[in-house]
């Protein structure tokens, strides 16, 4: 079970996943959730260092997209429109028709891609068992949707412990 719920990297935050650490791993695509891992949750517009980071990623030729949850398409979209960054809403994580149709929409295969949320059950998991690598970054703000206050503590005490072993 480990191994479908365990990321393959830990980061503190998107702004330490550099071009460079994506050449190292091997990818051309980067999958994204947004609340609580690219922007807090209930925030509407992406900050300028969002912006930068995802610009940044782009010039070194770097495929993105927003795989989400979320019901709210318009928010999702106007929020994407500065950085022209597809998205995926309502994709069901973690099953893996979004992160299916996230990679014919960005041409890659699911080796070529990573993973990115702030989310066990969801992100992870859910990238895992589509084939892809994953990072775990830390959770941008407390402010969760309710279910997910019911998971964190069990998912903190997890997520320790493989740190521990990751050395």
């Known amino acids: 079970m480990r191994q479908y719920l ?15 650490l994506l050449a190292e791993l091997g990818v051309r695509g980067v999958l994204l959730d947004v609340d609580n891992t690219l922007v807090p949750r209930k925030c509407y517009e992406l900050p300028p260092e969002v912006r930068a980071w995802v610009g940044e990623l782009q010039a070194a030729g770097i495929c993105l997209a927003i795989l989400s949850n979320s019901q709210h398409a318009r928010r999702i979209a106007r929020m994407l429109e500065p950085v022209n960054v597809p998205s995926i809403c309502l994709a069901r994580k973690p099953c893996r ?30 990238g895992n068992l589509a084939g892809l690598q994953t990072i775990y970054v830390e959770p941008l703000s407390r ?15 997890l997520l320790a412990r493989w740190r521990e072993h990751a050395g």
Do not use: N
């Not at 365990?6 to 460079?20: K, V």
């Not at 402010?143 to 005490?157: A, N, Q, T």
């Open 6 to 20: 365990a990321p393959g990297r830990f980061c503190g935050s998107i702004f330490e996943i550099t071009p460079a």
């Open 97 to 126: 028709g979004g992160f299916r149709r996230a990679l014919r929409q960005l041409d890659l295969r699911p080796d070529e891609a990573v993973m990115v949320g702030d989310q066990v059950l969801t992100d992870i998991l859910g």
């Open 143 to 157: 402010h969760d949707f309710v279910l997910y206050r019911l998971v964190r503590p069990w998912e903190r005490r």
